[in-house]
């Protein structure tokens, strides 16, 4: 007969399920700032998480490092009903907005964690041994970026980097983001427009009066690797702003460093799966700029998810980048947006021109769609038609406020504008949209995890 102590042990040999908790740029900020700052960002980290594991039964917090953490049950077995469960996936995605709603201060200084989390089965974690913690630690770190290059420079630029990007978080926490939407309109059949795309600008706060464009903090945030909490939340809104208007397409454009089945899209992906009319209006627009090729598989799985479930897929500044062919091949699009670079030097030079022109014949072979970005001007208009265009888009053909600088050049423009009038029941300009951050769950439970 078997002695208790003996099942005890034995019952600590078997697996449990856990979820990981992992802090992805402890070492970058370390570096960048301080041994200090990185360790009082591990110490916030395990603070939040014990707070969410306070709220839950039987959960507990298991520190493997100061960069990593467990949450786990005793009674939470390998195998068990939790596996693969889409709710569950929605708990660790509740957990991850949780953790991250604020920045880390420290010391005047203001930093935003790179958080991401999974499930991992591991022996109970009070008996593991210093090779299986290693392990763990080795499996819950994201694959490393192949571009990363320390310039002499770095450290200022880490820290620029992170100043846009707490404000682009808290921006997004506020509601000061304005969403401007600029159609994509077919020239030749009455400016007749596919959809509008949504562009997220930053509101003017008091110490920085004026708007700023996604050109200006998406690079930041992508070099930072923390796009995915703030592209969660712009789709949220995008989801808000499709149910206000149910006769809109909409376009959401996401960084492709964020487009990957992960726990962050949880709750977007059961809202698409349950409502396919939504999903149907919905055009998911991979900008492949700054894209890197280790990313084409995790973004191919992305696309072909929202593809089943009716979502229409763009590939967006195409030609910007050298991943942007390995993207068309992988994730076969349903539109190519080509980067507004092309017309421009379509209009300074004969060799521009034949350019673009080639470019919309490869297009033509790898989408049912194209469409020339970038038409600003009365200029660019004509010379995209003489290139072969039909999908255009652009301030010169209405929506987004345009820059600064002058974007007609003859006196009939606007009525050429007026000539091109929109079909779409999407109101141009800006538009202000509540902050989704939690978009879906803010009268949900806290998470209940294992």
């Known amino acids: ?71 786990w049950s005793p009674d939470a077995e390998a195998g068990g009903r939790y596996g693969g469960s889409p709710s569950v996936s929605e708990n660790i995605e509740q957990l991850l907005s949780e953790i991250s709603a604020e920045p880390v201060r420290f010391e005047g200084v203001v930093v935003l964690p790179e958080l991401h989390a999974g499930w991992i089965e591991v022996s109970d974690p009070r008996t593991l041994d210093a090779a299986e913690i290693d392990l763990i ?34 921006a997004a926490r506020a509601g000061r983001l304005q969403t401007r939407w600029q159609p994509v309109v077919d020239v030749y059949a009455g400016a007749a427009t596919l959809y509008r795309e949504g562009r997220v600008h930053l509101g003017p706060t008091p110490e920085h009066q004026a708007f700023l464009a996604p050109g200006a ?16 939340c712009v789709a949220h809104q995008v989801l808000a702003a499709l149910r206000q208007r149910p006769g809109a397409n909409m376009g959401l454009n996401l960084s492709a460093q964020s ?75 349903d539109i190519i947006k080509l980067e507004a670079a092309f017309v421009r030097r379509a209009c300074e030079n004969p060799f521009g021109f034949e350019s673009l022109k080639d470019m ?13 970005d970038g038409i600003d001007r009365e200029a660019d208009l004509h010379v995209a038609m003489r290139a072969g265009a039909q999908w255009m888009q652009g301030y010169y053909l209405g929506g987004a406020q345009a820059p600064a600088r002058p974007l007609a050049t003859a006196p009939h423009a606007a009525a050429l504008r007026r000539s091109l009038p929109s079909t779409d029941d999407t109101a141009d ?17 806290r998470a209940h995890l294992l």
Not at 287 to 311: I, K, T
């Open 1 to 71: 007969m078997q002695h208790a102590v003996d099942a005890w042990v034995d019952s600590m040999a078997q697996p449990c399920r856990c979820v990981f908790v992992f802090i992805g740029n402890a070492p970058h900020l370390a570096e960048a700032f301080s041994e200090g700052l990185a360790r009082a960002t591990g110490h916030e980290v395990r603070q939040r998480l014990m707070a969410v594991a306070a709220a839950a039964t039987g959960i507990q917090v298991f520190e493997m490092r100061e960069d990593c953490f467990l949450l």
């Open 137 to 170: 630690l080795w499996t819950a770190q994201q694959s490393p970026t192949l571009e990363e290059v320390r310039a002499e420079d770095w450290r200022a630029g880490y820290r620029a980097d992170m100043a846009i990007a707490v404000r682009a978080w808290e």
């Open 217 to 232: 903090f998406m690079p930041s945030l992508e070099r930072l690797r923390l796009t995915r909490p703030f592209d969660r």
């Open 259 to 333: 487009a990957r089945l992960d726990h962050w899209w949880a709750l977007f992906l059961e809202v698409l799966s349950r409502e396919p009319l939504l999903a149907k209006r919905l055009v998911i627009e991979i900008d492949c700029a700054r894209a890197q090729l280790q990313d084409a598989e995790a973004v191919r799985d992305f696309c072909r998810c929202l593809a089943a479930c009716g979502c229409r897929i763009a590939m967006d500044a195409f030609g910007a980048g050298a991943a942007g062919l390995t993207f068309v091949q992988a994730c076969k699009p």
């Open 360 to 372: 919309l014949a490869l297009c033509a072979r790898l989408a049912q769609r194209t469409v020339v």
């Open 429 to 445: 300009g800006p538009t202000g949209l509540a902050s989704a951050a939690g978009a879906g769950s803010a009268n949900r439970p």
